[in-house]
């Protein structure tokens, strides 16, 4: 079986700040993976779109999407699957979440805010339509609050509830201070929503933004790849 390509799809973001971002993560794949060919495409808002991702591909090459999603909802179980029927040897992967290793780039972002031991967290996610996906950010931030050894609060952005804003003026009741993780992959509107909704309370950079990838970001996408790429193999007569 021909080495299969790894489409990179981030949902896409009108920012710049967010597009140099999420295509850094992409660069450092590819640098990791010299003997793959890997592209970036989207799911929503920025072009290329999936479709004409697969259709860049070489005729008859396998090809691995790999969602730069940070949760399986609709983009993950519809979108994907819808946008890339009709090409052959197309394998999906999972979300990138939930991951400890993820945990290990949220509990780096909170540690730089300078926030006091004591304050509460309240996780900042983007929320679905689809609950799943949010069952995902709640294990995350369970995940989160093991790490840190004190509870972690969900406030969504969208979709779900409680929402951001609600979430942390209840964190801050008796006067207590709060800081605010910050689960969205890269810069862009739902990042300037999460500042915004803070009401000035401190809130963490994204997962990706204006410095080098983190290596587990990285590994994360090139485990995903990897591991869909030997599912297809072995799954293959």
């Known amino acids: 079986m021909a080495t299969p390509a790894l489409l990179a799809i981030s949902h896409g973001t009108s920012s710049p700040a967010g597009q140099s971002a999420v295509a850094a993560l992409v660069d450092a794949v590819a640098t990791r993976l010299p003997e793959v060919h890997v592209r970036l495409g989207h799911v929503d808002v920025q072009q290329p779109d999936v479709a004409t991702s697969l259709d860049a591909l070489a005729p008859d090459e396998p090809a691995v999407i790999v969602p730069l999603l940070l949760s399986a909802g609709y983009h993950v179980r519809v979108d994907l699957r819808e946008q890339s029927a009709g090409h052959a040897d197309v394998a999906i992967s999972t979300a990138l979440g939930p991951d400890p290793r993820l945990v290990d780039v949220l509990e780096k972002r909170l540690a730089t805010l300078g926030a006091p031991e004591d304050a509460t967290i309240v996780l900042a996610v983007a929320g679905s339509s689809d609950d799943r996906a949010n069952e995902d950010c709640r294990v995350t931030a369970r995940m989160l609050s093991e790490r840190l050894g004190r509870d ?15 979430a942390v003026l209840a964190a801050r009741m008796g006067g207590r201070a709060v800081a605010v993780a910050n689960y969205l992959l890269a810069p862009g509107y739902f990042h300037d929503l999460a500042v915004r909704l803070a009401d000035g309370s401190p809130v963490a950079r994204p997962l990706l933004d204006d410095d080098e990838p983190a290596a587990s970001l990285v590994e994360i996408v090139i485990d995903r790849y990897r591991d869909t790429t030997m599912k297809a193999t072995t799954s293959t007569p």
């Open 152 to 166: 972690v609060a969900v406030g969504f952005l969208a979709a779900a509830e409680p929402r951001l804003g609600p």
